[in-house]
C-alpha cells in the first residue's frame, strides 16, 4: 500500500512516492524461534553503537533483528533497501522518513537537494541532522535492512559520516548478505561495533528441533533433529526447506541422509537467490571449484587451467577474497 506523498522534489520534479512497507518492520511468523543467545548480544551491542548482522541468504537476519526491534525499550526506526534505493536523492528521503518516526524534527531540518548533482558536500548536508538527533531524549535504534544492495558511493559516505560522526541517542543497526564499504576496521579497533556472523546465525541443534517440531508441526525425534541439523550445517532457509518435504514424508531417517544441494526445494532457493545474482565468472570459478571442500588461489588456478570459456578479470586470490567478503558460503581456515 502506498502512503503519503513527500513533499521533496525527485530529480525531475516528481514528488516522492513512499512506500509505507519499507518503513515498517516485517511481521514477525507465528510460534517463532526465540532466540534468547542473539537477542542478549544484540542488547550488549547498544553500548557500542553500531551492530552488522552479517550473513548470506536464508540465515534468518531480518527475522533477527524485527524480533529484536520489537522488544528494545528504545524507539525504533526501520528501513527495508531495494536496488532503487541506490539513487542518493531517493535513499535521503526515505532515511529521512525513517528517522522522524523516532524524532518528527529531523524532516523539518534536512533540506534535500533536487538534484544529485548537488549532494558533493556530504558533511554540509547531514550536519543538520546529526544535529537534530544529538537533541532526542531517549536513544533510538535505526535498522538498515538488505543494505547489500547499495552500490553507490556516495550512499556509503553518508552511512560512514553517520557512523563516525554518530549522535549519542542514536544507535545504527546493518543487515546485509555481505560486508559493507563501511569503515568497519577502524570501529572494530575502537570497540565500537558488534558483528553477528554466518556463525553466530546459524540454528544450533535444540533451536532447530524447536523450529522442526513447533514452527513446522512436524514430529521428529532429537536424534532427526540433529542430524538434519549436521546436514545443513544450521543453514535456516535449508531446514526451512527440508522441513516443507519432511512433512509428506514417513522415512525421516532416509530422507536426512540423502539430503544435499541438489534438493528440488534447496536447489530452487539457491538458484534464485544466489546463483543468478552472480557474474558468470564468479559462477564459473564456483562451479569449478565446488569439487574440493577445502581451497586456496594455486589450488583454484589448478583447478580451473584450461576450463574458463575466458581469462577471469580477476585472480583466484582475489575472488575468493570477494567470495569471502560476499559471504557466499566460504569459511577462511586462518587469518
Same mark, same amino acid.
Given at each position: 500500500?502506498?502512503?503519503?506523498?513527500?513533499?521533496?522534489?525527485?530529480?525531475?520534479?516528481?514528488?516522492?512516492?513512499?512506500?509505507?512497507?519499507?518503513?515498517?518492520?516485517?511481521?514477525?511468523?507465528?510460534?517463532?524461534?526465540?532466540?534468547?543467545?542473539?537477542?542478549?548480544?544484540?542488547?550488549?551491542?547498544?553500548?557500542?553503537?553500531?551492530?552488522?548482522? %552479517?550473513?548470506?541468504?536464508?540465515?534468518?537476519?531480518? =527475522?533477527? @533483528?524485527? +524480533?529484536? $526491534? &520489537?522488544? !528494545? #525499550?528504545?524507539?525504533?526506526?526501520?528501513?527495508?533497501?531495494?536496488? %532503487?534505493?541506490?539513487?542518493?536523492?531517493?535513499?535521503? =528521503?526515505? @532515511?529521512? +522518513?525513517? $528517522? &522522524?518516526? !523516532? #524524532?518528527?524534527?529531523?524532516?523539518?531540518?534536512?533540506?534535500?537537494?533536487?538534484?544529485?548533482?548537488?549532494?558533493?558536500?556530504?558533511?554540509? @548536508?547531514?550536519?543538520? $541532522?546529526?544535529?537534530?538527533?544529538?537533541?532526542?531524549?531517549?536513544?533510538?535504534?535505526?535498522?538498515?535492512?538488505?543494505?547489500?544492495?547499495?552500490?553507490?558511493?556516495?550512499?556509503?559516505?553518508?552511512?560512514?559520516?553517520?557512523?563516525?560522526?554518530?549522535?549519542?541517542?542514536?544507535?545504527?543497526?546493518?543487515?546485509?548478505?555481505?560486508?559493507?564499504?563501511?569503515?568497519?576496521?577502524?570501529?572494530?579497533?575502537?570497540?565500537?561495533?558488534?558483528?553477528?556472523?554466518?556463525?553466530?546465525?546459524?540454528?544450533?541443534?535444540?533451536?532447530?528441533?524447536?523450529?522442526?517440531?513447533?514452527?513446522?508441526?512436524?514430529?521428529?525425534?532429537?536424534?532427526?533433529?540433529?542430524?538434519?541439523?549436521?546436514?545443513?550445517?544450521?543453514?535456516?532457509?535449508?531446514?526451512?526447506?527440508?522441513?516443507?518435504?519432511?512433512?509428506?514424508?514417513?522415512?525421516v531417517t532416509g530422507f536426512i541422509s540423502t539430503l544435499n544441494g541438489t534438493h528440488a526445494y534447496i536447489?530452487?532457493?539457491?538458484?534464485?537467490?544466489?546463483?543468478?545474482?552472480?557474474?558468470?565468472?564468479?559462477?564459473?570459478?564456483?562451479?569449478?571449484?565446488?569439487?574440493?571442500?577445502?581451497?586456496?588461489?594455486?589450488?583454484?588456478?589448478?583447478?580451473?587451467?584450461?576450463?574458463?570459456?575466458?581469462?577471469?578479470?580477476?585472480?583466484?586470490?582475489?575472488?575468493?577474497?570477494?567470495?569471502?567478503?560476499?559471504?557466499?558460503?566460504?569459511?577462511?581456515?586462518?587469518?
Amino acid at each position: 500500500m502506498l502512503s503519503y506523498y513527500s513533499k521533496l522534489s525527485y530529480n525531475i520534479g516528481v514528488p516522492v512516492q513512499l512506500l509505507s512497507t519499507k518503513l515498517s518492520m516485517p511481521p514477525l511468523r507465528p510460534r517463532l524461534v526465540l532466540r534468547s543467545r542473539l537477542l542478549q548480544k544484540l542488547n550488549q551491542g547498544l553500548d557500542r553503537g553500531f551492530i552488522l548482522i %552479517s550473513a548470506p541468504a536464508g540465515y534468518g537476519k531480518s =527475522t533477527l @533483528l524485527s +524480533a529484536w $526491534l &520489537s522488544r !528494545v #525499550e528504545h524507539g525504533a526506526a526501520w528501513l527495508s533497501l531495494d536496488e %532503487s534505493d541506490n539513487d542518493p536523492i531517493r535513499f535521503l =528521503t526515505y @532515511l529521512t +522518513a525513517a $528517522l &522522524s518516526k !523516532v #524524532e518528527p524534527a529531523v524532516k523539518d531540518t534536512l533540506e534535500i537537494p533536487v538534484q544529485s548533482s548537488q549532494l558533493a558536500d556530504v558533511e554540509t @548536508l547531514l550536519i543538520p $541532522l546529526l544535529n537534530t538527533l544529538t537533541q532526542v531524549e531517549r536513544p533510538a535504534c535505526l535498522g538498515l535492512d538488505d543494505y547489500h544492495v547499495i552500490q553507490n558511493q556516495l550512499i556509503h559516505q553518508m552511512v560512514s559520516l553517520l557512523l563516525e560522526r554518530r549522535p549519542a541517542p542514536l544507535h545504527l543497526i546493518i543487515a546485509t548478505r555481505s560486508d559493507p564499504p563501511l569503515p568497519l576496521a577502524r570501529l572494530r579497533a575502537r570497540s565500537a561495533m558488534l558483528e553477528l556472523r554466518q556463525a553466530d546465525l546459524c540454528f544450533t541443534p535444540q533451536e532447530a528441533a524447536d523450529f522442526l517440531n513447533h514452527t513446522m508441526k512436524l514430529e521428529i525425534s532429537s536424534e532427526d533433529a540433529a542430524r538434519i541439523t549436521a546436514r545443513t550445517e544450521g543453514w535456516i532457509a535449508g531446514l526451512q526447506m527440508a522441513a516443507l518435504s519432511l512433512q509428506n514424508t514417513e522415512d525421516v531417517t532416509g530422507f536426512i541422509s540423502t539430503l544435499n544441494g541438489t534438493h528440488a526445494y534447496i536447489f530452487d532457493y539457491l538458484l534464485e537467490e544466489i546463483l543468478r545474482q552472480l557474474s558468470p565468472d564468479l559462477r564459473r570459478f564456483l562451479l569449478y571449484s565446488s569439487v574440493v571442500d577445502q581451497l586456496n588461489a594455486g589450488l583454484c588456478d589448478a583447478l580451473l587451467a584450461g576450463e574458463m570459456d575466458s581469462s577471469p578479470a580477476l585472480s583466484s586470490a582475489a575472488i575468493l577474497k570477494e567470495l569471502e567478503q560476499a559471504n557466499l558460503f566460504i569459511s577462511p581456515l586462518d587469518h
